[in-house]
């Protein structure tokens, strides 16, 4: 009977770990069966996953000619990955807020500072901006927008040059990524100014 | 002595350098041997190994245009995708660009 048990509590130790396992090979750190879920219940889905390995691949095929294609091969050389998950509801309540805050609370880590964090006041509108940052270098970023009938995750993995963004000139609102850092750092320097008055 | 020397060699040489005709046997026996070295079933093996031959090289050039056709058609699709994902990322970053304006209009 004891060593029964104790095979069964063996045997529950190594699911856990398999399932540990799978939660960290899923990049996005969705919940096992959440993105399942989400595209089971979507009228709309766009599901992007590059490794390294894609990206390099797909880096050959980027023109050096076409200004944008430059850009974007310039942009995505060196990344560890992109990871893009976009969902589309017909009706509301289609996801809950609470897998939302579950996703958000797996980036609240040391290494990734939140840049941009609004709430609307009823809560069914957010937005996160995170920045994973490396000896004062960007090393990532993280995008949650959650609207009603529309959910937009995007998870870039690596080093992120600010200036290759702007450069990106057909893909509007890249560019404005570096001007959302500069908008930080000129509040972030405000508040300072602010504070040190005070 | 010498004379008589010389004469007995011009004699061996004018011999020997005597045009005569092939013997009528010559041509048929050249060509009996020449049958013989390649039969016909050596033939057909060698046209079989050459057709083989061709066949090979024009099946693995046919294969490798393949590949390299699924190679560029990979690549296409995974630029397409860097494309997407980096349009979305731009949206949902001008998204974020216009409700923090909104908020800072609320604001003021």
């Known amino acids: 009977m004891w060593m029964r048990s104790k095979l069964l509590q063996v045997g529950a130790l190594v699911l856990g770990a398999a399932a540990v396992a799978a939660a960290q090979d899923s990049p996005l750190l969705l919940p096992p069966g959440v993105e399942k879920e989400l595209a089971a219940r979507a009228s709309d889905v766009t599901e992007v996953t590059l490794g390294k390995n894609m990206l390099g691949f797909a880096s050959k095929f980027l023109n050096g000619k076409d200004e944008d294609e430059a850009a974007t091969r310039k942009l995505i050389e060196g990344l560890q990955g992109i990871y893009v998950r976009e969902y589309e509801f017909d009706k509301e309540g289609e996801y809950s807020m609470e897998q939302i805050e579950q996703l958000r609370k797996s980036f609240e880590t040391t290494e990734w500072s939140p840049i941009v964090r609004e709430r609307e006041r009823k809560g069914r509108e957010t937005t996160d901006v995170m920045m994973k940052m490396v000896n004062g270098e960007s090393h990532g970023i993280f995008v949650l927008e959650a609207d009603p009938k529309e959910l937009t995750i995007v998870l870039i993995l690596g080093p992120i040059r600010m200036e290759d963004l702007g450069k990106l000139k057909g893909l509007s609102g890249l560019g404005a990524l570096g001007d959302l850092e500069k908008d930080t750092k000129v509040k972030d320097k405000e508040k300072d100014k602010k504070g040190g008055g005070e | ?108």
């Open chain 2, 1 to 108: 002595m010498v004379h008589e020397e010389m004469d007995d060699f011009e004699q061996e040489l004018k011999q020997a350098l005597q045009r005569r005709p092939a013997p009528p046997s010559l041509k048929r026996r050249v060509m009996e041997r020449r049958v013989q070295r390649r039969s016909p079933s050596q033939m057909v093996w060698m046209r079989l190994a050459a057709t083989l031959l061709i066949v090979a090289l024009l099946g693995g050039g046919l294969r490798w245009g393949m590949e390299q056709r699924e190679e560029r058609r990979k690549g296409e699709e995974a630029k397409r995708q860097v494309m997407v994902a980096l349009r979305i990322t731009g949206r949902a970053l001008n998204q974020v660009n216009t409700r923090l304006a909104a908020h800072d209009r609320g604001g003021e």
